[in-house]
């Protein structure tokens, strides 16, 4: 069992920034890519970013790009996601997401959530306007 745990959700203006974390604990895999998706109030739960377990492939949802970038540390098993430009519709619910891969797939990345086998609790990120 692999437990997710993210940290550094809040409340902050439009405009400015937030990095949240999320660490793998547990029986930690030696290879798995990772994903973040968010969910606001009322809507389903969407894609956000995701990495390979290489760590040489990223790719991000449309409303997000250029704003948001995700990033690893095999090493500590860690995963982050920095949030720059902030927007009120980035107002979510945030889930960190692993998946399980082997060397055939370190470099690819998932975006849908039936891909992925683990599921963090999720950390709030409020962005007043």
């Known amino acids: 069992q692999v437990q997710l745990v993210e940290s550094g959700g809040g409340l902050v203006q439009a405009g400015g920034s937030l990095r949240l974390s999320c660490a793998a604990g547990?029986?930690?895999?030696?290879?798995?890519?990772m994903g973040w998706f968010r969910q606001a109030p009322g809507k389903a739960r969407d894609f956000v970013a995701a990495?390979?377990?290489?760590?040489?492939?990223?790719y991000y949802a449309d409303s997000v790009k250029g704003r948001l970038t995700i990033s690893g540390d095999n090493a500590k098993n860690t995963v982050a996601l920095q949030m720059n430009s902030l927007k009120p519709d980035d107002t979510a619910v945030y889930y960190c997401?692993?998946?399980?891969?082997?060397?055939?797939?370190?470099?690819?990345?998932?975006?849908?959530?039936?891909?992925?086998?683990?599921w963090g609790q999720g950390t709030q990120v409020t962005v007043s306007s």
């Open positions: 997401a692993a998946k399980k891969v082997t060397a055939y797939s370190a470099s690819s990345y998932y975006t849908e959530e039936k891909d992925y086998n683990y």
């Open positions: 990495i390979s377990w290489s760590g040489g492939t990223t």
């Open positions: 547990g029986r930690t895999f030696s290879s798995t890519a």
